[in-house]
């Protein structure tokens, strides 16, 4: 690119100078929002810095990221490809994998119809007002218990531990109707090594980009491989089974409901994009992945953050206690009465960025941004940590501060405030899973709030300081929880 032409009227990318070889892997390593957030500083909100020989456009600034994502969204909409992103899903990923955008476009609807299905819609029972609500409040009550339980053998716990198995449990019932229990081996050695895949998949990886360094023995890349194929056999495993079982009059759940597809579109000899069963059946193992990793690490964040911030716990327990009460779990549709707790949630997803970074884009033809020329197949990076701490956009973006999404006297969410948070990208690649994510996030959150009070184990500080990753996690750590009194026995 160094040598490429420009067109007329269009400028050169500013960025760093490249080393050979290596390009900026010095400069960007260790923590990359961190150091391209810096580099946004001195070199504006589009510019180009290189990872070993390979060119990346990094975007920053509420503006630009909009102006590519959105206005611009067609010509930014591709997946780069990337050495790590061959082994997730074999190859076959909707997310990560370098689709033509009529197959892509194809799978992402079908993977949003089916989470409408069973996510969205009606839950076993009318008591509930949807299937994520209803697998939610009980993977909750049981989280209470499990915790409480571990509180009296024990006497601390480790939050991520739980959490992922009460969140994976809920995708389970989605994706394949059923779940584990808190001690089942086969799941807990899946989810409790989600830690790796970030690590590999997170932007910036030279691995990804720098040949020689895949050859070299590297602990990561090994436990990476590793989880991808259990990953893929334990859905494997559960895919075949369903095939097994497939009654195309009773759809169970989304495995079932893609196998479906597959039969249907059999009989459509007009189908205009022909896509592989593989590759409609695999969208579960996307939905199963992507369900569990996000919505852990933010709960598990949450819960440190309640930890660091006691005054706001206590403040959070008493919203819930005078608008929800003390005698029924929290519900969905509680959500609008307690401005605090979105604000806080809101809060949790700008100050931790825990994904700093979306996954990276890439261009599918020539293309400029702010006057800049940039060349088809180039890898775009999205920082969204510098989006949520652009002191441009934000008063003293690193403080963490809740009320600054409240309105004055406190009892109002400021809805335009919140939109400016950069959590699930924008545009042609946004999360398809947004809706569950925060209503999942806030739903459990709610439950634990209303009865368990988290402190600190006395002798284990917290370490905020974030791993980085595509999702970034705090370390783990030893808590303690205390059950709060149910409504009945305030009365005495
Ligand atoms: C993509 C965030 C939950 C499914 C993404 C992206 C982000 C994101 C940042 C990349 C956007 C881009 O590349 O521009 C989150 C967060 C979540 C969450 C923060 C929870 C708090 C979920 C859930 C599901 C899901 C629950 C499904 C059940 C997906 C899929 C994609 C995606 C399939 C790929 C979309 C595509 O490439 O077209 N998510 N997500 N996510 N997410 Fe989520």
Redesign the pocket.
């Given at each position: 690119y160094m040598h490429t032409e420009i067109p007329e009227g269009l400028k050169r990318l500013p960025g760093p100078r490249p080393l050979p070889i290596i390009g900026n892997v010095l400069e960007v390593q260790n923590n990359p929002h961190l150091s391209l957030t810096a580099m946004s500083e001195r070199y504006g909100s589009v510019y180009q810095i290189q990872i070993g020989m390979r060119p990346v456009v990094v975007l920053s600034g509420s503006e630009t990221v909009r102006q590519a994502?959105i206005k611009q969204g067609e010509d930014f909409a591709g997946?780069p490809d990337l050495y790590s992103f061959k082994y997730i899903n074999d190859g076959k990923s909707?997310?990560f994998s370098t689709d033509k955008s009529g197959v892509?476009r194809a799978r992402?609807k079908l993977?949003m119809s089916a989470?409408r299905s069973f996510a969205t819609l009606e839950g076993s029972t009318p008591e509930y007002s949807c299937a994520l609500e209803e697998h939610v409040c009980k993977e909750g009550e049981y989280l209470v218990k499990q915790l409480t339980s571990v509180m009296d053998v024990s006497g601390s716990f480790d939050p991520f531990r739980h959490i992922v198995v009460s969140v994976a449990n809920v995708?389970c019932g989605m994706c394949f109707g059923r779940r584990y229990s808190h001690d089942d081996q086969e799941l807990l050695g899946l989810v409790n090594m989600s830690d790796e895949f970030g690590k590999v998949v997170g932007s910036g990886n030279p691995a990804d980009f720098i040949p020689f360094l895949r050859y070299l023995p590297n602990r990561t890349m090994k436990r990476f491989m590793d989880i991808n194929d259990r990953f893929n056999t334990f859905v494997q495993k559960i895919v075949s089974e369903h095939y097994e079982t497939y009654d195309k009059d009773n759809i169970r759940d989304i495995t079932d409901s893609l196998i479906d597809h597959c039969e249907d579109r059999k009989l459509d000899e007009n189908a205009n994009v022909q896509v592989s069963d593989e590759k409609i059946v695999g969208i579960v193992n996307?939905?199963f992945g992507?369900?569990f990793d996000?919505?852990s690490t933010?709960l598990s964040w949450a819960v440190v953050y309640i930890v660091a911030y006691p005054e706001i716990q206590e403040r959070l327990h008493q919203e819930l206690k005078k608008k929800v009460g003390m005698n029924r779990t929290p519900r969905l549709s509680d959500k609008t009465n307690l401005p605090l707790l979105e604000a806080f949630i809101l809060e949790i997803?700008r100050h931790s960025s825990?994904?700093p970074f979306?996954?990276p884009?890439c261009t599918v033809k020539d293309t400029s941004l702010n006057g800049y020329f940039i060349p088809k197949d180039t890898c775009v990076f999205?920082n969204?940590w510098q989006v949520n701490h652009d002191p441009e956009l934000w008063k003293e973006p690193s403080s963490f501060n809740p009320d600054r999404f409240l309105s004055a006297d406190g009892t109002e969410l400021n809805k335009l405030e919140g939109e400016k948070v950069l959590?699930?990208?924008?545009?042609?690649?946004?999360?398809?899973?947004?809706a569950?994510?925060?209503n999942?996030?806030y739903l459990f959150l709610a439950i634990l709030l209303q009865r368990l009070r988290f402190q600190e184990k006395p002798g284990h500080p917290l370490d905020m300081t974030p791993e980085y990753g595509l999702t970034m996690k705090h370390k783990r750590c030893q808590l303690k929880a205390s059950l709060r009194a149910w409504g009945q026995e305030d009365k005495f």
């Open positions: 994502l997946r909707l997310a892509w992402r993977a989470l995708i996307d939905l992507a369900g996000t919505i933010a997803f825990f994904m979306t996954i884009h999205i969204q959590t699930f990208g924008m545009g042609k690649r946004r999360c398809i899973g947004e569950i994510g925060r999942e996030v």
